[in-house]
């Protein structure tokens, strides 16, 4: 007997099979010795059953039994019959049938294993990953990628349900800057030329807009060669949609229709739709982030005005040089001196260079470190800009350049949310972010960027402001402060195109050799168009309520992007680089 033999999976045996002789295969979870009795309990994919092996019913498996050990994989023959009165288990769906085994054959040993699977969770991670097919073993791990099996399903279906075409788009393509920085592959067969391995399928979802597919999505694979962190992977995995005669609205209502889907399918929970919206201007003066957490208040309060005359050096400096003032304003915890100076720390480990605050004893008494340069009446000039300040509100107070000083309160503002408990739990809050900057100023190299990608198209009127002033027709959607995704309507016309290249400094040359090809498919009947690409590795994180998308990605990298498991990236042979014209470089001198 062999484990491709078997006729049930572990944890599907039901009170349909009692009495039968079934046949099933798996890992050894546990063993126990009772006696002359053995109790293994059987692990697959679908759950757990529990085996006996008596010598009262076959001598030959009993025997084969005492050299089980945890993690063997074995096949057994049995009959399934009912656990005797009080042993039934009401965690486990199986839970109330044992099967008396008959036969037994061990299909592959396991040695002494790494580290424990009860104990994974508290292992170095990078052990964990050099032995991922073990810590996959784990139940907490096998529900995580049922869900995003689910997940991605429920997508297909969908969009399926509203006329949208699954096509696949090349892994090599062409070097294009388009942002990140990409991954290049060296030709063979074409000397001095690579391939770049695709950041996004940006310009083949739009060509095939061209094509007339109208309505595209990809389960597609995107790879980024740049710096790491707990929710980026040099590879990873998107939802990419794109769709013709389209604007704004149209984009977002799908979004919207597929991510109630996907909730209603995997959690059988009705989000709320349509989602909340705010402007980019408004998410950031209100949270400091373009992607606001709306699970809790806690805004940021513009107080410049407050501080009009004031005469402290630090303040008159910010505020002469047209710089702002904010304030969180917390009402709901009783600071102790010693936190007030603990969240000065934090603030600065943020990067702020200093953090104030104010605490009202009453509506005379004030406690700062600038409570004698205040005015007596500052509790009464603080009202009329937070209306809801009360005698024992605090106030926590930065002031400089207002990209930087929002930044930072936005900053402290989560951190601040998450450690006085204002996050409520189990709550899926989304919203849009729209009408962002479509461009921002690269300080270091004195020209402007684009602030999603260069194909983005402008909102009206751009074509008489500033590249400071414009905005884009540009959208993020947003769940409990993760951008999930974004996406915009796309430019269309050729000389619109050509403008937004200048506008970013690249020569016409430049954009023939880069660009050249859309350009010329911008002049054959190109239609409207616009999409969205979600982070589908991000979005389970998010749903599986997990610390990191390493957690949902079957065999991620580490941190530092080196795959413990395949020992990756690995050196080549130079000889084989010279199939591909290359040479290694001489090594840099320590």
């Avoid at 057994?76 to 486990?92: F, H, I, P, S």
């Avoid at 700062?368 to 106030?395: E, G, R, W």
């Avoid at 899926?428 to 300080?443: A, H, Q």
Wanted: proline share 4%; glycine share 6%; with cysteine.
């Amino acid at each position: 007997m062999h484990y491709f033999e078997r006729t049930i999976a572990c944890g599907l045996i039901n009170q349909e099979f009692l009495g039968k002789t079934v046949r099933i295969s798996g890992w050894v979870n546990t063993r126990r010795d009772h006696g002359g009795l053995i109790f293994i309990d059987l692990r697959d994919r679908t759950g757990l059953m529990q085996l006996v092996f008596n010598p009262d019913f076959s001598k030959d498996a009993h025997n084969a039994a005492h050299a089980l050990r945890s993690e063997f994989v074995i096949s057994v023959v049995g009959v399934v019959v009912e656990r005797a009165a009080g042993t039934t288990n009401k965690d486990l769906a199986t839970g109330k049938w044992e099967l008396q085994v008959t036969e037994l054959v061990i299909e592959n040993k396991c040695k002494a294993l790494p580290f424990s699977l009860d104990e994974a969770g508290n292992v170095d991670e990078e052990l964990r990953l050099k032995y991922r097919y073990i810590d996959l073993r784990r139940a907490s791990m096998r529900e995580k990628f049922a869900l995003r099996h689910e997940v991605i399903f429920a997508m297909r279906e969908c969009l399926h349900q509203q006329g949208f075409y699954e096509i696949e788009t090349p892994i090599l393509t062409k070097n294009t800057p388009e942002g990140a920085r990409e991954f290049l592959v060296p030709s063979r067969t074409h000397e001095r030329s690579f391939y770049a391995m695709p950041q996004s399928p940006q310009l083949y979802k739009q060509l095939l807009m061209a094509s007339g597919m109208e309505k595209y999505f990809q389960v597609a694979r995107c790879f980024r060669d740049e710096d790491l962190r707990a929710d980026r992977q040099p590879e990873f995995t998107q939802l990419d949609i794109e769709m013709s005669f389209v604007k704004e609205g149209n984009v977002i209502e799908v979004i919207e229709k597929l991510l109630a889907h996907v909730w209603k399918k995997t959690f059988n929970i009705d989000i709320v739709t349509p989602f909340p919206r705010l402007v980019y201007a408004q998410a950031f003066s209100m949270y400091g982030s373009d992607k606001p957490d709306l699970r809790y208040a806690l805004k940021i309060n513009d107080i410049t005005s407050l501080f009009a005359q004031t005469e402290l050096k630090f303040l008159r400096s910010v505020l002469d040089t047209a710089g702002k003032v904010g304030a969180l304003h917390v009402n709901s915890h009783d600071f102790s001196r010693s936190e007030l100076d603990a969240w000065v720390t934090k603030a600065q480990k943020f990067g702020a260079k200093g953090l104030l605050w104010m605490r009202f004893k009453d509506e005379q008494t004030i406690e700062s470190p600038i409570s004698k340069f205040l005015p007596v009446d500052f509790f009464a000039q603080v009202k009329t800009v937070i209306p809801d300040l009360k005698p024992s509100s605090v106030l926590f107070i930065i002031a400089g350049e207002y990209n930087e000083a929002w930044t930072l309160l936005g900053r402290l503002r989560c951190q601040m949310a998450k450690e006085l408990g204002m996050i409520p739990e189990n709550e899926f809050n989304f919203s849009w972010v729209t009408d962002f900057p479509l461009f921002e100023y690269d300080k270091e190299n004195k020209r402007w960027d684009a602030t999603h990608h260069p194909f983005t198209s402008p909102q009206d009127g751009w074509e008489t402001q500033q590249p400071g002033e414009m905005t884009a027709r540009a959208y993020d959607v947003v769940l409990n402060g993760v951008e999930l995704g974004g996406g915009s309507i796309r430019i269309h016309d050729a000389q619109v195109q050509d403008k937004v290249f200048k506008l970013l400094g690249l020569t016409k040359e430049q954009v023939e050799k880069k660009f050249g090809f859309l350009l010329e498919a911008q002049q054959l009947g190109f239609p409207p168009h616009g999409g969205i690409a979600l982070g589908l590795d991000r979005l389970i994180m998010l749903m599986s309520n997990s610390s990191s998308i390493r957690e949902v990605i079957a065999f991620p990298k580490t941190a530092s992007g080196y795959d413990p498991l395949m020992d990756g990236p690995a050196e080549v042979e130079e000889s084989q680089l010279q199939d591909y014209g290359l040479k290694f470089a001489p090594k840099k001198k320590d």
